[in-house]
């Protein structure tokens, strides 16, 4: 929580009494900073938990507040449209990193990902359309 507070300031909205060091030109912004749960392809046994997502889901809930409990202004960081830039998702066993096949890689499997999502910067849009007109 301490480093990410050390940086994720130059790229967020933040209130006035966050002061930090920022350097560089053209200023870039987070659009959001998402904090994903993973696990093994394993099926849950009993426990606390009903299957792999739930769990997952959890692994990502406990790594923000683990967050927050070290530095609780990253709650305060905003997007360009004033939301909070932290979010929780928990993708279960549905996104390993490698195959389910041995205990060291179910281990990597095992994880908590930070994706740092940027804003697309203003006056740049581009229009999609799906129909081609």
Do not use: W
Not at 75 to 82: E, I, S, V, Y
């Amino acid at each position: 929580g301490q480093e990410l507070m050390k940086v994720l300031p130059c790229y967020a909205k933040s209130p006035p009494k966050l002061i930090v060091s920022c350097t560089g030109g053209t200023r870039h912004e987070i659009e959001a900073v998402l904090i994903e749960g993973h696990t093994d392809s394993d099926p849950i046994r009993g426990g606390v938990f009903k299957d792999n997502q739930q769990l997952s889901v959890a692994r990502a809930m406990n790594t923000y507040r683990e967050l927050l409990q070290h530095h609780d202004d990253l709650q305060h960081l905003l997007n360009p449209d004033g939301q909070r830039i932290f979010s929780v998702s928990g993708y279960g066993e549905d996104r390993p990193i490698v195959l389910n096949d041995s205990p060291e890689n179910k281990r990597q499997n095992r994880r908590i990902e930070l994706r740092i999502i940027m804003a697309a910067p203003s006056g740049n849009a581009v229009e999609l359309n799906p129909h081609g007109k």
